[in-house]
Each structure stands twice: as structure tokens, then as C-alpha cells.
């Protein structure tokens, strides 16, 4: 490779393509680019000729770090730039390996770096603007600084590229406090007559902005170059000028409104832009629907409407498409609106790209699911796309298919889907079977057939998830359409037969003996489970003894001959297939002679009507084998954490049962409630199909902070916790957050304290509490004996619940006082600490903190079982002015738990009424439960009627009382 001259100041200036190049590419790919074309000539491999050497084989730091000496020497980097590059790419490698460079170490090479600024060589110095952005993060921010005014000096050079890239690394690591040192050239450069320059400023400017708040107020003085950026006939520069402004008036809802406004009256030559523009106006009209304004209501939602519907008819498929995904996308509007939108996307779906393809189908895919007469008329399109060699588009094309379809035609689309699955993998297949089963709920006079569509791809060739998808799918069917139970259960007698999978045919036997025993002929499903018990191997034999016993429990008539089964498992080579048909057959003989029944034989030969093939309420059989847990074995685990976690409970000698199980909240995963609120409210889901699974994460008991307090301990088990109430600000100089702590007759109060103060620390750290109620008295504090700079630590308060005042809502002051010492670096006290007063906001006590979030089972049958004897109505008006934010407020009122996904409000319904099941218990263990209705009048507003139940009328009317 030639070294160019150090005379010419601007390699680049003869190749504008190269330019072009090197803005187009990544990162990586122009590290990639660069290591290939320095090494291809001068790396070859000694075995076979053409194989280059990995420049990152057997790399040792020590090594490494020893080669980059040569950065210090001033004739080696003139005349040997090519190895300065490779040293650094090796660097660059190790910094993402196990042998990552320490602090120091980092510091030491990044200083080295600096010094090869004095070569002239093109390569060599776009290696070390990337090597400097890929280090700084890794050094001691105070060194960084060093680099600084050799990147300063090529702002000020006549190669464009140098100045380019000069303004990208300077915007990764200066700050605040520099900022002001380089604004005056970062300003000149976004309205530079080079377009790279140009594009580069406002790529830094961005940058900056989202760094810090100091930073993003410095970018913020900036607008008047940014609006002439804009202005700019260059794509990059407009996109970029356009995403700056938006950021600088993000928080101000009129001036985006206004910018928004002014740019949808001029035309872009860059799509990316018009992408950006059309995403803003859909942002600003659903801010506007947040805000209660329907799209008919609001000017500037008709009017962000109508440049949405100019945008379809843009040159470009991707501004066509955001705009179309945006109209579909939009909460509340009328179905008769997105016609024009759909037909874009109709359009689009004959395209040849697959991309347009793929993203036509699927957000055609996700408005079916809330407008399908609206998407019927693309059907035909959809068809064609059936055997695109996308299988991606295939499926997202039949799930549109199965939304949109009618009755009559359900069998053609079973005949189109089974000539897709015969080549597609099991991902698409699953996909289909959820749409399959959707398909079934609504037309659910074709159960049969798609059901037995169902049953043949269970024999069909696949792998264990789409097997369980097809079993979950007739499960949750059966559930839903209980009419066709006892079909859908030989569909799976059927297929447990040939079942490979052993997790499969233990889930089937086990429903089994849920409701095979609830059917007309339970004697039927027998033979089957009985022959799990000979063929299969030893976990489905140990099921199928247990799905026998649950069957004898539930069947009286069939005691006699399902015991001669089970004895026949007393001799399994398996121990836990033993043990259980032991325990089966020791229970049952006690219940046959408890509760003697006929006989097999003899109920044939009897008359119907003299016989009684229910076993007895006290049947023991019965309480063993068909009496289900209270609660989920998942809670079962946590209530046993938390009894084990509470002061004295394992040394306690009262027996353990589920009633002395401390109660815990059910809490509902927020991520999911958000995405389906989102679409329940007009929102679209158009993520992908095969999104990222969320892991669970494990449940904290905050209750473990008192625990571990000894003097708190005396006080029992804690009821419930709220969550963190916060009594300050972020950026305060003391984060101060309280959680309450309900006990039976206590508050303990637990305020956790963070210093941010560097030169100071904080000693007997108390919060004291003052109130006017008569409820609640404070009895005992506990503070925190020190706080540094950067710790967080807990005092407390405890307030007694009076036993002669009834519960009500009470409200308490707040004051963080303590001792405050001022130190040095090296935590030194300098001179005598000094009392402080720190005034926190107030807080309240409410009734709907000692109410738990509990789940029940069957919502309607408690509600029925538990009586109107303690039933307390009521009847207010809230001032809301959508149904979606008074049922959120109505629940947080009331600090129960949603049943039934009732805290849900469809659009679908609108204008009717919304009923809201709440489930709860009460510090005392009071099992409470309220159903309310809320009505939207356009004339007085959001009307609440609610019933409260409960076993006492006096803790029905608190309840009531909550709502505010």
C-alpha cells in the first residue's frame, strides 16, 4: 500500500464516493472494511494459499500492550502507520474479551493514542477518531480531557472528514462543562456547507442532548441553527435536523404541535424525514386522544389526520407504509377511516419486495383483529400470499385469512392452510393454531370441524411445542365452549395413545381426571388411562394412577373396578408409581366401607331412579382426591417463604395449616396489562410474532426490611406493604421514599434515605411523623446511625391503631432531622457536626392500605355464595372524562385486585356500561369483594354504582368510603 504524502492535506477531496462510503457504513463494517484491505496483500496462510491469518489468534494482552509502545515513537508511527492501525484493532478486541484492559492500563494507552495525531495518513487517523470513541468510556474521564485539543484542531481543518469525525468523538466524551469550549464551532458546522460536516454536527448535537440536562440546555440554544439545517437539500442533514428539533421541543406540547404543523406544509426530499414527521403527528394525535379529545374534537388532530392520509399517496413505500401503520394505529377512530389506509396496504402487498410484503401483511394481520370487515377486502390478496416463499408472510397472510373469513368459508381455508403446513416449520405452524382456535370461538358452530382439523395435525409430524400448542389450544377450547367437552376429551384419549412426549401425556391424563369423571359415561375414558398404566414409561404409569384414583373418588360405581386396577400397580417396578397406587388403594378401601355403594353389576340391573352415583359430602375419597389447594402451588411457595421469614414462626408450636399462611398479594404482570391495555383502548399490537420472552422476576418481600429490625420484631407478621411513596424529589440533596407497613393494630412506617451530599454525612437519621388524627398514635422510632454520600438507609416510625376510633383516611407531616458533619475526600470530620431539619411532603394513611390484593377463583360464585346480608350500595358521580381512566382510578381508590380482566375497557363497548369485579381481604383476614358499574354520560360525566360485600356491614361501608 502506498503511504500517501504528507503534503496533501485532504485525502479525500478527489473521491466523493469514498465520502459517500465511509458515511454509509457502520462502525463495525468500516473497522472490517479497513483490517482487509491494510492486511489482504501482507497476511497469507503458510498451509493453504488465499486463507488470510486472523489478526486476533492467540492475542495476549501483555503482548499487546507491548507493541503499542510504538505509539511513542514518533519515526515508527510516520513510517510504519499500517502496524499502528493493527495494534489498535487488537486492542479494540481485548476491551471486549475476557482480557479487558484495567483503568489503568486503558488510561496509559489511550494517552499513548493521542500522540499519533501528529501522522497525516488517512487510515491511521480515522483508526484513532474509532479507537478514542471505543476507549474513552473505559478511562478516567479527568485524562480524556487530553485529547481534546487535538480534536479541537481538526475541527478547524480543511478535510472535511477530519472534521467530521472530529465532532462525532467530541460529542462521546466531553461534558457539560466543556460543552461551552466547542459550541461555537459545533454551531458553525450544522449550518456547514459540506453536507458530511453539516450531518455530523446534528448527529453530535442529538448526541448531546440525550447525554445530560446541563448539556441538553446548552442544545438547546441552538433551535435557529437547527431550523436552517432543516432547510437543507441534502436527505441526511434534513432527517437529522428534523429528529433535533423535535428533541428540543419534546417537552413542549404547543411547540411540536407547531413544528409539526409547519413541516407537514413543505415537502422533504429525504423519506426518512417524512418517516419522522408522519411518526410525530401520530404521537401528537394519540397525546391528544390521552387528553380525552376525540379525532373529530380536536383541530389539531383532524388536521395531523389529514396529512396522514396525503402521506399514502407518497413516492416512497416506506413513507406509504409508517403512514398507513399509523392510521391503523391510531386509539378511536372509526372504522370508515382507515379504508384508504388499508388500501395502501393492499397495494403494497403485490409489491416485489418482500419487506413491503411482509410489513403490509402484518399490520394488515393486527387490524383484523379489531376490524376484520375492514381488511375482507384484501382477502384475495391475502390468498396469493399463502405460497409466498416467505414463510413468515405465508403465516401472517393466513392469520388475516382466519380473521377476516366468514362460516361458508371456513372449509376452504382449512383445505388452504393444510397445503401451507405441509412445508412450513413448527414457529408458523404455531401461529396458525392460535389463530385457529380464535377462529373457533367465533364461529362456534364449526367446533367440530376445526376441531377435528385440530385432532389430524396432532397425528401429523412435528416437534413438542407445536404438539402443546395443539393440546393447550384444545384445552383452552373446552374451557370456553363446555357443550363439545366430552368430543374434545376423545380427541385427546386418542392422541395420548401414540403420544411420544411424556410432559404431554401426563397434562392430558391429568385433565382426564378433571373431567372425565363430569361426563355422561366416565366409564369410557378408562380403558385409556388404564393402558398408560401398561405401555408407558414410569412418570405417565404414576399419573394414570392418580387420574384412577380421582376417578374412583368422583364415580362411586366404579370403586370396585378401578381398585382391582390399582392393586394391579402394588407391584410397578417404579417406586413413586407404587407408593401412589398404595395410598389410592389404602384411601378407598376406607371410603367403600365408610360409604358402601352398589356394585358395577348391580347398577345395570337396578332402576335409574334408585340410584345415586354421587359420592357423599363427608367422603374421604373425595377430600384427598378431588378437593383442590385454596391456592396456586407458585403462592403456596411464597406464603411458605414469608411464614418462614417471620420473627418466632418456625419456633411457634401451633400446627401450620393455610389458614396461619401469612396473606399475599396477587399482583398483576404490568408489562402485559400495559400492551393489552394499550390495544384494548384502539392501540394496535404490531410487534413481532416471535418477540422476546420476558423472564419472571422473583418476588422481593419487603416486609424482610422489618424482619431484620429486632425491635420491630416483637410487633408480629406484616399484613401487607405498600409500595415506595416518594417524599421528595430525584434531585434533591436527600432522596427520602416511605413504605407502609400494615400490621394487625400497627403502621410501621419505613423511610429509606439516600445522601447525595458529597462533603457530608448524616448521623441519627430519624423522620418524625405529627398528625391531628386521633386514629393513629406514634409510639417508637428507630433512626439510621450514619449515611454516606451515596448510601441508602432505613429509619422507622410506628404508629398503634386506638382501639375506640374507627378506621378513616388520615393525613401526617413529615420531617427528616439529623446530625450533619461535613468531611473530606478521605472521610475526615472537619469541625463539629451541626442539627438539621429537612421538611419531607406530607403523606396519608388510607383505608385502602390495609386492604390486600387477593385473587379469587370463581368471581360470580363467590359473589352469589357470600350473600346481600352485609351488601352495602352506593351511587357517585367522578369527574373523569373517559371510562378508562375512572375504572383505573376507581381500583387504585379501592386497592383491590381486578377479576375476570374486568379492569379492561373495550372499545367495542363504547357508550355501554362497564362492570368491574374486585376481589380483596381485609387486614383482619376479611374476605371483601365489589362489583361496580360505570357509565360515561355525556351530560354529568362518569356515574359509579358499587356493591361491596363482605362478612361485616361496617367494613362494607369503609370500603365504600374510599372512593374519593
Known sequence: MKKPSSSVRNPYSSSTSAVLDVRSMSVMEMLSKEVNMMMSDKLKSDDEEGNQVSLFTHLEKADVLQKARIFHDSVMVRENPLLCCTIMVQIIHLQNTVQALNLTESTEVFFAASKLFMSHDAHLR??????????????????????????????????NIYRANSLRVLARIIDAAML?????????????????????????????????TDSSNVVKRWLNEAQKAIGS???????????????????DRLGVSKLITQCSKRSFESPMAMVLLV??????????????????????????????????????????????????????????????????????LSSPKPAVRYASVKTLAAVSSVYPRTVSKCNENLEVLITDSNRSIGTLAITALLRTTNENSIGRRLIQISAFLTEATDDFKIVVVQSLERLCLTFTSKYGLLIGFLSNLLRDDGGFDFKKSIVNTIISLMHNVPERLESSLLHLCEFVEDCEYTALSTQILHLLGDFGPKTSSPAQYIRFVYNRVILEKAAVRAAAVSTLAKFAASVPSLRESIMILLKRSLVDGDDETRDRAAIAVSILNVAIEENPYITYKEHFDAEVSDISDVPSPDDSAVYLFRRQLPMTFEKLERSLKAYIDTPGAVESTSPLTFSSLPILEDLVDEGSMEATHGRENGALDLTPLNGPISLKKEKVDPAAVVYAVPELASFGRVFRSSSPLPLTETETEYVVTCTKHVLSGYVILQFNVENTIDDQRLEEVRAVVEGDSTVFNVIGEISAPSILCGETKNCFTVLQQADDHTLSPTSFSCELRFNAVTIDSSGEELGDSYEEEYTLEDFEISISDFLAKVKVNDFRRSWESMGNRNEVLEKVGLKFKNLTDAVAAVIDFLGMLPCDGTSLVK???????????????FVSGCEILARAQIILDETVGVVLKIAVRSADTQLSRLVIQCIQ
Open 233 to 251: 437539500s441534502n436527505k441526511m442533514v434534513q432527517f437529522h435536523a428534523l429528529q433535533l428539533l423535535y428533541q428540543m421541543k419534546s417537552h
Open 180 to 212: 461551552g469550549a466547542i459550541e461555537r464551532y459545533v454551531r458553525q458546522a450544522m449550518i456547514d456547507s459540506s453536507n458530511q460536516v453539516s450531518s455530523a454536527a446534528l448527529i453530535s448535537a442529538i448526541k448531546l442532548f440525550q447525554s445530560s
Open 126 to 159: 480515522r483508526m484513532v477518531y474509532l479507537f478514542i470513541k471505543e476507549m474513552a468510556p473505559n478511562c478516567d474521564p479527568n485524562d480524556v480531557i487530553i485529547v481534546t485539543s487535538c480534536l479541537t484542531k481538526d475541527l478547524t481543518s480543511d478535510a
Open 907 to 921: 372499545v367495542k363497548n363504547k357508550g355501554k356500561p362497564h362492570m368491574l369485579h374486585l376481589s380483596g381481604v
Open 279 to 348: 411518526r410525530f403527528t401520530a404521537k401528537m394525535i394519540h397525546d391528544e386522544y390521552v387528553d380525552g379529545k376525540e379525532i373529530t374534537q380536536s383541530h389539531l388532530s383532524r388536521t395531523g389526520l389529514q396529512y396522514l392520509e396525503r402521506s399514502l399517496r407518497h413516492k416512497s413505500d416506506i413513507v406509504v407504509y409508517e403512514a398507513a401503520k399509523s392510521i391503523c394505529g391510531l386509539p378511536g377512530i372509526e372504522p370508515h377511516k382507515l379504508n384508504d389506509a388499508v388500501t395502501a396496504l393492499q397495494i403494497s
